[in-house]
């Protein structure tokens, strides 16, 4: 089995905190959550939790110059808690909008999901920004969070073959920003981007796999830990 979309949440944009409901069913393994921040590039986001548990971030990028803004990626791929869960996105600064998207993807009953790759893109002035995500050969599912100096998010739109949440103007401060998934998963490597005029863009773009690793305990020096062996 490869993976599959379940569902997705897109609550509105907030300066603090982000809390909401997100209903996974079926053979959910894996959440992927991904955040967009409006101005100022400084880290603002301390952590992401699914049904109480802290989510695991794969990728953040900060544009410090032009018109500035932060992305951030964030997965939960093992021992995932299906049914009506509570997410909390922390943050420990207020400045600035952001706003978030999430995924739950069903697999295989034995598979954990796991982080495969990402690229991503930064740039001061570029029209429908793009980048290669490498995907050596593993199947993955795909997606793409972004910040773009277009501030009229009417003509922001994915990229063929892939499919939006919604663009949104992060609290109108000149930033807009957008949460994009690629409609096939597959082991080919991956042009992700957006359609916009010459403009400010950051993004993330990346891949998450099935993993079929047997979890071992080992114990060193009356230490133990859980190693996940792929």
Request: hydrophobic share 40%; proline share 3%; charged share 10%.
């Amino acid at each position: 089995m490869t993976i599959t979309l379940d569902a997705s949440s897109t609550p509105a944009g907030q300066t603090g905190n982000i809390s909401f409901s997100h209903t996974a069913a079926g053979t959910v393994r894996g959440i992927v959550c991904t955040v967009a921040q409006s101005i100022g590039f400084t880290d603002e986001v301390t952590g992401i939790t699914w049904g109480g548990v802290p989510m695991t971030r794969v990728g953040a990028l900060f544009k410090s110059s032009g018109e500035t803004g932060a992305v951030y990626a964030y997965l939960l791929g093992v021992n995932v808690a299906t049914g009506l869960q509570n997410v909390v996105i922390s943050v420990d600064g207020t400045g600035s909008n952001k706003r978030c998207a999430l995924w739950s993807l069903n697999a295989a009953a034995n598979a954990s999901i796991v982080f495969a790759n990402s690229a991503t893109i930064n740039s001061d002035s570029v029209a429908n920004p793009s980048v290669l995500l490498p995907l050596g050969g593993v199947t993955c599912w795909v997606n793409i969070v972004f910040i773009s100096g277009q501030d009229d998010p009417t003509g922001i739109t994915p990229l063929a073959g892939w499919t939006g949440t919604g663009e949104d103007t992060l609290g109108a401060l000149g930033v807009s920003g957008g949460h994009y998934r690629y409609n096939t998963i597959s082991n080919v490597d991956v042009t992700a981007g957006w359609t916009q005029t010459a403009e400010d863009a950051a993004a993330i773009a990346f891949g998450v796999n099935e993993s079929f690793g047997v979890g071992k305990t080992y114990r060193i020096n009356d230490v133990s830990s859980i190693l996940d062996v792929t």
